[in-house]
Structures are given as structure tokens and as C-alpha cells.
């Protein structure tokens, strides 16, 4: 072990407590500040051990470092699931997992797992061993490299797809996939990521995970007649998966009380099991929605900003500044200061301006009645290839409203409510944002 602790000796040595306390008082071990393993063998002492002939007597062989290796990685996992509160201690324990794998050509599903529950995978990237196709942990890690060097959306796709172009082990290939279906689903292209998800569910049909990943595909892409379809054939288990749904169809609906529900009720669940990545997504998704309704605070924009920044997770930055334009859309210096902060940082990620960034605009624009200022974001917006989406079509609402025409068609959503009540509502909304 590189680093170690002294319960982490007790455990798998089934020695005393004291025992270990004195050895890592002796002169061969050294201590140093890493929060939960400060120990280390002097690196001569653990080459000396290392190489040691298994003709020594007490020598091992081989098999039985291999044997206690797999012991000291079922106690880290033990470990790993003690910090699912802490995502830093916890990638301290992963990254020793990983050097482990490593080390004795070990697999470990639940390591795979931790690390992409992990929020910031940027960060995560530079904490792993080098990609390599010819050991397990060796592809677990060629699965973040798209992330590392800073690379962004087409680069980590063209990445991503040549680690899946070679030999891969089938639960990596699996997990890679999905992964692409999520980078392309983030770039708005919707047909090759269901495409994915849905070949991935028919692999395996009993995935929650996959049904409900497919649902939100045909919600973003507006195929709304396919998802009700798709959700009777394949009903989530999960509660929280089908709340987020019924909370997304609400919100296009312009039931914001009811679209704030879901992505809470799920960020919620998430942060208990230690799912801090995709938690911090769904609380974005309800602080973006409390904006709307004028009920986020500029606290509230802040504590998602430094949580998303601490991470390096730039599209829930991109929301949680929008949102704070919101926020501070009365006072022109502060708001225009916070617009042009979200600018740049579209910019130094080799991003587009989105949804986030349109709609914030206008509510400032509309705000203060700055109709050169709305004409300028709606040249902008139409100069952009736009698909369509929920959120597109929240924006397109936004400038219907301030007198232009449509972009898009109105959503042919499922039901027998009338589509006049989707406008109704939204023109409220709109209404109270611009004037409240």
C-alpha cells in the first residue's frame, strides 16, 4: 500500500490496535498531512518487501500478496461507503483502490460505480492510473481520459468512441456506451443518443437505469406520444425516476410548482446514496425552476455555483449564474456583470451560448423594457443551428410573448387538456418575471 491508516492495518491484518499504533511510530514509517491515510513505508523498506524471495522464510508468494490485496480492496470499499457524504475523502480512497487494481490486475464493479457517482470527472481523470486496454481498471480509466487536458464536447466524444472502437471487457463497453449516449445527448444531439440507450435496453430490458434514460431522451427530443408509450411498456421502479418525469411534463405545461418536485424530491434520494453528480444536476434543475417562479435567491445561486465550481462541472455553473441574472435582473451593473461572467465562461469551455443563457437575457431585457437590447438576443439566438427542446421552446415562449413571432411549432403534448392552458400559464409566469 502506498498510503495507509492504522484501523486500515487492524482490519485486514487482524492485528491489535496497539500493534499498529507502534509500528507507525518506528523510523521506517513516515507521516505526513493526507487527511485519512497518513502513513507510508520509506520507499526503500516497501522495495526491500516487495522483492523479498519467497525462499526467505514468512516470505510471500505471489498468491498471497494477490489474496491480501483483495482483502485491503473489500476494506476500502467498507471505507468508501463510510464517506458517501465526503466526495473528497472519498476519491482519496478510490484513487488507493484504484493503484490496487493496478498493482494485482484486480476488478472491482463497485469501484467503477463510485467513481462515476463522483461529481467533477475532470477531477477524477487526474487522480486514476493511464488508460490501458489490457487490464480492467486500465479501461476504467480510459473511460475519464476524455476528460482530462481539458478537453471538451466533440473532442470527448471522438475520445470516448475510439476507446469503444477497441478490445474492451463487455460491463466497460456497456458503461461506455451509456456514456456516450449522455455526451451526445448533452450537445443536443438527441437521435444518436437514443439510438444507444435504446440499444442498450433491449440488452438488457430489466435496466431502470436505461428506462428511464430512454424516457428523458424522448422528453428532450418532444416525442411525447413514443414516451407514454415507452413508460407503460417499461415502468421505473424507482420513485424518484418517474417523479423527475412527471415533474419535466409539468414544467413544460407551465406547472412550475409541480416541476420543482421532481428534480428535488430526486437530488434528495441521490445525495443519501452518495450520487453527488447527477444530485447536483437535479438540484440545479430545481433551482433553475424556482428562478422562473422569482422564488431562488441569490444565496441559493451561490451555494449551487461554488458546489458546481468546486467540481468543475460547467453546465450547472452555466444554469446556477443564469439563475442569479435572474435573481439580479433589477439592478442593470450587477446583472450585465453576471451576463458577461456567463459569457466567458461559455467561451473558455469551447461552448455555444444555450437556453440558460437566452432566457436569462430576456427576463433582464424585458425587465427594463430594453427592446434594442431584446432585438439583440433574438438576432443572436436565431443566428444559432437551434434544435428544438423544452427549454428552446420556454425561450421561444419569452419572445412570443414580447411580441415576435414563433419560432417553433407549438409541442403536441399527450392529453385532453387544451394547448391554450400550456400558453396561459406560461404567459403568467412570464408575466410576473418580467413585472413582479
Not at 507510508?40 to 519467497?54: G, K, N, P, Q, T
Not at 466526495?87 to 469501484?111: F, K, M, N, P, Y
Not at 423594457?369 to 444559432?384: F, H, K, M, T
Amino acid at each position: 500500500m502506498p498510503r495507509f491508516d492504522e484501523e486500515l492495518i487492524t482490519q485486514v491484518a487482524g492485528a491489535l490496535l496497539g500493534d499498529a499504533h507502534r509500528l507507525c511510530r518506528r523510523t521506517l514509517v513516515t507521516r505526513d498531512q493526507h487527511p485519512l491515510f497518513p502513513y507510508r513505508l520509506h520507499d526503500a523498506v516497501r522495495a526491500a518487501i516487495a522483492h523479498e524471495s519467497v525462499a526467505e522464510p514468512g516470505a510471500w508468494a505471489p498468491a498471497d500478496r494477490t489474496a491480501m490485496a483483495r482483502e485491503l480492496l473489500e476494506a476500502l470499499h467498507q471505507r468508501s461507503n463510510r464517506l458517501l457524504h465526503d466526495s473528497e475523502r472519498r476519491l482519496d480512497v478510490l484513487e488507493i483502490a484504484a493503484a490496487l487494481c493496478v498493482d494485482h490486475d484486480l476488478t472491482a464493479v463497485w469501484l467503477a460505480d463510485a467513481l462515476s457517482h463522483l461529481p467533477g470527472f475532470s477531477k477524477t481523470a487526474q487522480r486514476l492510473p493511464p488508460p490501458a486496454l489490457n487490464t480492467w481498471i486500465g479501461q476504467v480509466s480510459g473511460m475519464f481520459e476524455p476528460w482530462r487536458h481539458g478537453n471538451q464536447g466533440p473532442q470527448r466524444i471522438a475520445c470516448l468512441e475510439n476507446l469503444l472502437s477497441g478490445p474492451l471487457q463487455p460491463d466497460i463497453r456497456r458503461r461506455g456506451r451509456i456514456r456516450l449516449a449522455y455526451l451526445h445527448r448533452i450537445r443536443g444531439d438527441c437521435e444518436p443518443a437514443l439510438q444507444l440507450l435504446t440499444e442498450l435496453l433491449a440488452e438488457n430490458p430489466e435496466s431502470d437505469l436505461l428506462r428511464y434514460q430512454v424516457a428523458r431522451t424522448l422528453h428532450i427530443m418532444g416525442r411525447y406520444a413514443e414516451l407514454e408509450q415507452h413508460l407503460s411498456a417499461c415502468p421505473l421502479s424507482d420513485p424518484t425516476t418517474g417523479l423527475r418525469i412527471s415533474s419535466d411534463l409539468a414544467y413544460d405545461r407551465g406547472l412550475l410548482d409541480e416541476a420543482v418536485i421532481g428534480p428535488a424530491t430526486r437530488a434528495a434520494y441521490l445525495r443519501e446514496k452518495g450520487r453527488h453528480r447527477v444530485a447536483l444536476e437535479n438540484e440545479v434543475a430545481a433551482l433553475w425552476r424556482r428562478a422562473l417562479q422569482g422564488r431562488s435567491t441569490t444565496t441559493d445561486c451561490e451555494a449551487v455555483l461554488e458546489d458546481a465550481d468546486h467540481f468543475g462541472e460547467t453546465l450547472c455553473m452555466r444554469t446556477a449564474l443564469a439563475a442569479r441574472v435572474i435573481c439580479e435582473a433589477d439592478d442593470p451593473s450587477a446583472a450585465l456583470r453576471l451576463i458577461a461572467d456567463a459569457q466567458s465562461l461559455v467561451r473558455a469551455t469551447g461552448g455555444f451560448p444555450g437556453w440558460r443563457e437566452w432566457t436569462s437575457q430576456l427576463v433582464f431585457g424585458m425587465r427594463h423594457a430594453d427592446r434594442p437590447y431584446i432585438d439583440q438576443v433574438r438576432q443572436s439566438w436565431l443566428a444559432g443551428t437551434t434544435r428544438w427542446s423544452p427549454s428552446q421552446q420556454v425561450v421561444d415562449r419569452f419572445f412570443v410573448f414580447s411580441g415576435y413571432p414563433a419560432r417553433f411549432p407549438q409541442p403536441q403534448l399527450v392529453g385532453l387538456e387544451d394547448p391554450t392552458e400550456s400558453d396561459r400559464r406560461w404567459n403568467t409566469v412570464i408575466t410576473l418575471l418580467v413585472d413582479p
